[in-house]
């Protein structure tokens, strides 16, 4: 699998987008970029995911820049309860597994 | 999405018992999988449990630790043996509904405590 490197963690006030980065630089053309979160006591939860395309969703838009080497999580307007633990995983091809790193621990202010 | 349900959702046992952790899904899916989570850390794979075959283990685990039933496409169970201190985590299932080993769905997880 790709590694991942992402910030140990970031703040972003209630309302505001929060913009979470996420560095794979040796992905390969067959792996998708994957985005869980962790809320405090729950288990992981399932955001969205990408192969080159930006994707969105309900939840997050995903922005994956042309050489797929990073990514971005958008959160549009965020709220205290977004308040997680986010994983960013590149996974699938060969993969037999989802590795989750050690995240970003994203707090949002009120 | 899928609804996943684990019991217990916590417990305190001692050195040398075994505990069961049941994972129960509302939909028939092809894949489970179990993982750990030790206290501060992130996710790992225990095992991919399959209905009708053997479970795979990962890496750093084993079959006579962690057993693993697999009867129907809606339960699994696995089992802690002998513990030590040293178990005490957070156990979770998942699910994939898209039959891979990506997209997957977790459940709240099971706090457990070895004195």
């Known amino acids: 699998d790709a590694k991942t490197t992402q910030p140990t963690s970031m703040d972003c006030a209630e309302g505001r987008a929060a913009n979470l980065p996420c560095n794979h630089s040796t992905i390969s053309g067959n792996e998708y970029v994957y985005w869980y979160r962790q809320i405090h006591s729950q288990g992981p939860q399932y955001i969205i995911h990408g192969l080159k395309n930006n994707e969105t969703n309900e939840m997050a838009s995903l922005i994956i820049t042309e050489d797929r080497k990073s990514s971005t999580l958008i959160l549009p307007h965020a709220t205290l309860r977004d308040t997680a633990v986010y994983y960013c995983?590149?996974?699938?091809?060969?993969?037999?597994?989802?590795?989750f790193g050690s995240g970003t621990q994203l707090t949002v202010l009120p | 999405s899928a609804v996943i349900s684990q019991k217990p959702s916590r417990d305190i046992c001692q050195r040398g018992t075994s505990l069961t952790i049941q994972c129960q899904v509302d939909?028939?899916?092809?894949?489970m999988f179990w993982y750990r989570q030790q206290p501060g850390q992130s996710l790992t794979l225990i095992a991919t449990?399959?209905?009708?075959?053997?479970?795979?283990?990962e890496s750093g685990f084993v079959i006579d630790k962690f057993p693993i039933s697999r009867p129907n496409l809606t339960f699994s169970t696995l089992t802690v043996s002998n513990m030590s201190p040293e178990d005490s985590s957070i156990y979770l299932c998942?699910?994939?509904?898209?039959?891979?080993?990506?997209?997957?769905?977790f459940g709240p997880g099971t706090r457990l405590t070895v004195t």
């Open positions: 995983i590149v996974s699938g091809g060969s993969a037999r597994q989802l590795t």
């Open positions: 449990a399959n209905q009708g075959s053997e479970a795979t283990y």
């Open positions: 998942s699910v994939s509904l898209a039959g891979g080993y990506d997209e997957q769905y």
């Open positions: 939909s028939q899916v092809t894949m």
